[in-house]
């Protein structure tokens, strides 16, 4: 096999490790802060894919361009889903969390079935099949678009937490939430921006997938649990972990694909996810807790 | 208070009691005269597409059989794709009535249902399941009108032989990918254990197993593109036939011939829809309906009236098979007079049914509970169309090949 097909892989996995690192940020990004751990992740995914799809059906608009106000729309939605429902559960204790998100991702899936039915859909691109040849390499337009789309997000909010107020404040009550609340931060209303902002990433991640794949409302859960070892792996409430292990998992399950044998995908990822739990249970970019 | 309460009988519950005991007689004889079938499909999950296509085709099933003189009442119910979900689905069913079962196009959720059908002495009849293992573990109250997965791969490999014979293809070299499903996996052990004895003029050079619920299937394409084939050898599904063909299409990857020794995907209505004009060219060799039989033709009538919006000729491989597994326990409920597991499986049992819509000999079943007689023949995508090309008897038009190029189809 040439040196061409395995770079051509290298490129494949980083190119869809940057679209799961996306969508697995925003599962950080609101268990970072609000510390609860959105079960229904995979399901807003498929929720904002079925938009895109919808949007593209409507009025054509392209699922990657559809990213930026489905991200909008799904900031307001998790705002405003933060505010009228997780939020008198954020001191409650984990388990009832837990029901009340997996009981949203039943609605949404459910919701969805008797919407849309339960066959695939997806989005006929003008460039659905085109490739771009880079030396030998052959690497697929959608994909190149797709990760890129993906990258602008990531960076934005990079930047929002970097050099906002608003996004330090945010930051500050992550990092210690009594002080944030001693100094007179409306804690209450960081932590509703925090849930927007995760319900965003995950919205502009779907519509992007949605141009990359076919969906049925039964993606969510295999969607939930990717974000899950990614989030895992890269450390949970950690963003830089996020991305980085979005690439991870990305560049090695294509590269065990190419070299040992396709089958083996979920094997590589699960396997990684249990090396890091054994070698560091908080992740490869984590804070250890004290 | 409550338990005091439960014991009254008041006078509507006497009453609707007394109405419950006189109508016992009708509803026992109405009973008699239909069939109670549970028809056990996944129409939603993984296999939904399959399944709703299935589904379609009992939808016109009905008006068939009634212009045949039977009567069926059939379940509709859906597996979810899901073998725990059939288990549980099969034994409700029963409890509820069904006097047969069938389905459930997937190997793993008909295992499933087959186990209990065994149990509650219920007779399932397999319309599209081909794990070998179905009729191989002994079960008295099961028989399959499909094809073993071994049958598919024996019939699929020599139409792939003759095929590019007659169409004077060189192939030396080819490729076998394979989803690692039930079906895709049973399909490879048959692979494995057939093509070495059957003298084939080309070899396999690499075997590739595949998760069909991948995202995308662009590392196997790939590394399909590293070995350079002259033969791709696929079994996929719908989903991830779509997956390969944008792949394979992307990457520009054009061997001499794209066959399938047996399985679907190819000829699915999503599978058309997500691919367009990429959908030419594939080959695929399974048991197919007959345009000629009457019962074909009868069955495509209803299917147009009940199915407005999907076309007979995509969907033709599942309804016609789901229809012919409706008419068999239909004609054995007619045969036997009574609706008992032990009567109806022997009358099952004892099927000889010469017309019906499958290619292929009448409909019997070996002491395994297989039909021996199902046909295969070669199908190809054509102007967006399945259509017969091999063998001449059966054919309506000639094979393309080589296969013809992914660049300027429109």
């Known amino acids: 096999?040439?040196?061409?097909?395995?770079?051509?892989?290298?490129?494949?996995?980083?190119?869809?490790?940057?679209?799961?690192?996306?969508?697995?940020?925003?599962?950080?990004?609101?268990?970072?802060?609000?510390?609860?751990?959105?079960?229904?992740?995979?399901?807003?995914?498929?929720?904002?894919?079925?938009?895109?799809?919808?949007?593209?059906?409507?009025?054509?608009?392209?699922?990657?361009?559809?990213?930026?106000?489905?991200?909008?729309?799904?900031?307001?939605?998790?705002?405003?889903?933060?505010?009228?429902?997780?939020?008198?559960?954020?001191?409650?204790?984990?388990?009832?969390?837990?029901?009340?998100?997996?009981?949203?991702?039943?609605?949404?899936?459910?919701?969805?079935?008797?919407?849309?039915?339960?066959?695939?859909?997806?989005?006929?691109?003008?460039?659905?099949?085109?490739?771009?040849?880079?030396?030998?390499?052959?690497?697929?337009?959608?994909?190149?678009?797709?990760?890129?789309?993906?990258?602008?997000?990531?960076?934005?909010?990079?930047?929002?937490?970097?050099?906002?107020?608003?996004?330090?404040?945010?930051?500050?009550?992550?990092?210690?939430?009594?002080?944030?609340?001693?100094?007179?931060?409306?804690?209450?209303?960081?932590?509703?921006?925090?849930?927007?902002?995760?319900?965003?990433?995950?919205?502009?991640?779907?519509?992007?997938?949605?141009?990359?794949?076919?969906?049925?409302?039964?993606?969510?859960?295999?969607?939930?649990?990717?974000?899950?070892?990614?989030?895992?792996?890269?450390?949970?409430?950690?963003?830089?972990?996020?991305?980085?292990?979005?690439?991870?998992?990305?560049?090695?399950?294509?590269?065990?694909?190419?070299?040992?044998?396709?089958?083996?995908?979920?094997?590589v990822s699960f396997g990684l996810l249990v090396l890091v739990l054994a070698l560091r249970p908080q992740g490869l970019f984590g804070k250890a807790e004290s | 208070m409550m338990i005091a309460k439960t014991g009254l009988i008041d006078r509507r519950s006497l009453l609707a009691g007394a109405g419950a005991t006189i109508a016992a007689p009708a509803i026992v004889r109405a009973q008699g005269k239909a069939l109670k079938i549970a028809l056990m499909l996944p129409r939603s999950g993984f296999f939904a597409q399959a399944g709703q296509s299935c589904y379609r085709g009992a939808l016109a099933t009905p008006k068939v059989l009634a212009d045949l003189g039977y009567a069926v009442e059939i379940m509709h119910i859906d597996t979810e794709s899901s073998n725990d979900v059939s288990r549980t689905q099969a034994e409700k069913a029963i409890n509820d009535g069904a006097q047969c079962v069938i389905g459930a196009f997937e190997s793993g959720n008909t295992i499933a249902i087959a186990q209990v059908c065994e149990q509650r002495k219920v007779p399932l009849i397999c319309n599209i399941a081909s794990a070998p293992q179905l009729t191989g573990q002994g079960y008295q109250y099961l028989v399959r009108n499909f094809m073993t997965g071994p049958g598919l791969v024996t019939n699929g490999l020599r139409l792939i032989g003759e095929i590019s014979k007659a169409a004077n293809m060189d192939l030396k070299t080819a490729v076998f990918m394979h989803s690692n499903d039930t079906f895709g996996t049973a399909q490879a052990q048959a692979m494995g254990k057939i093509f070495p004895t059957l003298n084939m003029p080309f070899k396999i050079v690499e075997s590739i197993a595949y998760d069909p619920k991948a995202q995308d299937l662009s590392v196997e394409v790939t590394k399909v593109r590293g070995?350079?084939?002259?033969?791709?050898?696929?079994?996929?599904?719908?989903?991830?036939?779509?997956?390969?063909?944008?792949?394979?299409?992307?990457?520009?990857?054009?061997?001499?011939?794209i066959m399938s020794p047996g399985s679907p995907g190819l000829y699915d209505e999503e599978f058309f829809k997500a691919v367009g004009p990429y959908a030419d060219g594939f080959i695929y060799n399974l048991p197919w309906f007959n345009v000629k039989s009457k019962m074909t033709q009868a069955l495509e009538a209803s299917f147009k009236a009940t199915n407005p919006n999907h076309r007979f000729d995509l969907d033709g491989f599942n309804a016609g098979f789901t229809f012919e597994a409706l008419l068999i326990a239909a004609d054995a409920f007619k045969r036997a007079g009574a609706s008992d597991g032990e009567t109806l499986m022997k009358a099952i049992k004892a099927t000889n049914i010469k017309d019906h819509v499958m290619i292929g000999g009448p409909i019997v079943f070996n002491e395994k509970g297989d039909n021996p007689n199902i046909g295969s023949a070669s199908v190809q995508n054509i102007g967006q169309k399945p259509t017969v090309v091999y063998p001449a008897d059966v054919a309506v038009a000639k094979p393309i090949l080589p296969f013809p190029a992914w660049q300027g189809r429109k």
């Open chain 1, 1 to 267: 096999m040439s040196v061409s097909l395995y770079i051509e892989v290298l490129i494949q996995g980083v190119l869809s490790g940057l679209v799961y690192g996306l969508m697995a940020l925003g599962l950080s990004v609101i268990f970072g802060v609000v510390r609860v751990v959105n079960f229904a992740h995979g399901e807003f995914a498929v929720l904002a894919m079925y938009c895109a799809f919808v949007l593209f059906g409507l009025a054509g608009v392209d699922p990657i361009i559809a990213s930026l106000p489905l991200a909008v729309a799904f900031f307001i939605l998790g705002y405003a889903m933060q505010r009228g429902m997780v939020q008198p559960f954020v001191t409650r204790p984990q388990h009832e969390q837990f029901i009340l998100l997996v009981g949203v991702a039943l609605v949404i899936t459910n919701g969805l079935l008797l919407a849309f039915g339960p066959e695939s859909k997806h989005v006929d691109l003008p460039y659905s099949f085109d490739s771009y040849t880079v030396g030998g390499a052959l690497i697929d337009k959608v994909r190149v678009y797709g990760a890129a789309a993906a990258l602008a997000v990531t960076a934005a909010l990079f930047a929002f937490f970097r050099f906002t107020s608003t996004g330090t404040a945010i930051r500050a009550s992550a990092d210690n939430l009594t002080g944030a609340a001693v100094v007179g931060l409306d804690v209450k209303r960081l932590y509703a921006i925090s849930f927007g902002l995760g319900l965003a990433c995950v919205g502009a991640a779907g519509s992007i997938m949605m141009a990359l794949t076919d969906m049925t409302p039964m993606l969510a859960p295999s969607l939930t649990l990717l974000a899950f070892t990614i989030v895992i792996v890269g450390g949970l409430g950690s963003m830089t972990g996020a991305l980085a292990g979005g690439l991870l998992i990305g560049v090695a399950e294509a590269v065990a694909s190419l070299v040992v044998s396709p089958a083996i995908k979920s094997m």
């Open chain 2, 227 to 257: 070995v350079n084939p002259d033969l791709l050898m696929i079994v996929t599904r719908a989903g991830d036939a779509i997956k390969l063909t944008r792949d394979m299409v992307r990457q520009k990857f054009q061997p001499k011939a």
